[in-house]
Each structure stands twice: as C-alpha cells, then as structure tokens.
C-alpha cells in the first residue's frame, strides 16, 4: 500500500504505481515530468503499469505534457484508491488499510494478485532496452541533466 502525500514524481511515482493500492493526501502532486526536466524515459514495465492503471490515453497526456496530477483526478481516474484529508494521516491510514487485507482470505488475495502479474508478462517478453538506452545516452539528457542542476529550461535539440 503506498501512503503519498505532497510531490510523488519520477523514481517515487514509479514505485507507488507498483503498490497493489495507492492513497493520497489532499495535498498529493503525482507525475512524470521528465519530458520538460531530464529528457529521459520510463521502463517499459512502468510505462504498462501505470497505463494499465489510468489508460493509454491519460498516461500519454499525463507524459507527454509533464504536468502533475492532484488527488481529485486521481481518485477520478483510479490512480488512488481514496483520498485523505490530512496528510499527516495517510500513513496511519494506509497501515489500517494493509491490517485490514492482512484478516481476508490469502488465497483469494494471492490469485487476484497472479492474475495481474500473468497479464503484465505478456509485456515482459517485449525487448525495450534500446528505446532506454537511446534515451538515456541522448544530447538531450545530457542537456535536461545539465539545465536541472543549473536550475534552467533545457533546450531540446531531439537527438
């Protein structure tokens, strides 16, 4: 169960989509900015994850416009789960939550669980390394990197 509140982006968004549930503060931004701060991409297991969360259609618009998305559109879009008020309680809340699935049945949890990892494999057999490598050995990484540190634009040259 990830717990977000305030900035969930990059390496953390890709971690809390792997969660079975995610819950999120008010207060929750959640996204994937790198197509205006680093240049880089995400694996192909991330990019399936998070598209079979929201759709091809939100993950595409929530990527390719780098914007972050609020608690309310992702309750409304089935990214989390709920939504909590205080941020300060998300926490407690998710570890009520994860106490909760601990008293049912854990076969049923387990096969509700290896039915989705056997519909991911199917993506697992795709070979995505060049695309990552392609990317992250860029002009425009390296430039995305360089503005981040600088705190500047960067100047995308596509190559």
Partial sequence: VAAIAGACTGGGAALATACDLRL???????????????????????CARLSFLIGPGRFKDLLFTARLM???EAYAVGLI????????EVLSRGMALA????QH???????AK??????????QS??????IEHSYQSNDFRA???????KEAPKWSGT
């Fill in 114 to 123: 290896e039915a989705l990892l056997r519909i991911y494999e199917r993506w």
């Fill in 70 to 72: 609020g608690a309310e």
């Fill in 99 to 102: 106490n909760r699935i601990t």
């Fill in 126 to 131: 795709v070979d995505f390394s060049d695309v």
């Fill in 81 to 88: 789960n709920e939504i909590v008020d205080e941020p300060k």
């Fill in 105 to 111: 049945a854990p076969l049923t949890i387990r096969a």
């Fill in 144 to 150: 995305g990197v360089n503005a981040f540190i600088k």
């Fill in 24 to 46: 999120g503060a008010k207060n929750m931004k959640f996204g994937y900015p790198m197509a205006k701060t680093l240049g880089n991409c995400l694996s192909l297991e991330n």
